[in-house]
């Protein structure tokens, strides 16, 4: 029987400590099993369709020794009833650096089912040099963002 996550954030923390055990059998746990759900990590950039797909593809994660930790920060979270989605920035940090080595932009999607919260979506993409940069407050306004969309 599946882990029961109560909330969007228990299913998130849930996923990060799977990511730092590099436990396959418990980050699939936090999974919808569900042939839409979509995994693009930040390296290789596939778009990873359907449950044995993701499945897969944190096994190859995981098949490399990852010596780093993931903090997540700077989290913007919309929820509804049945649906939340969770955007930020996981700050990597290598083993024997002292600060932070890389950020990723990442966004999490989750969806309330009949046995809790499951994740949906993980998207995640090489972020700046810098942590936590905001466009500016005149960048809509002013020009740089593109108004065609």
Known sequence: MPQRYATPDEAEAAYY???????????????????????????????????????????????????????LKHVVRTVTADLAVHSGEEHITRSGDTGVSGIIRVTNVYQRTLDGWRMVQHHASPGPREPHVEAPPDFLSGGGGNRTH
């Open 17 to 71: 400590a799977a990511f730092q055990a590099a436990d396959l059998d418990a980050m699939m746990d936090v999974w919808l099993e569900h042939p839409d759900i979509v995994c693009m990590h930040p390296v290789g950039g596939y778009l990873l369709r359907g449950y044995p797909a993701v499945l897969e593809g944190w096994l190859h994660v995981f098949a490399r020794e990852l010596d780093i930790k993931l903090e």
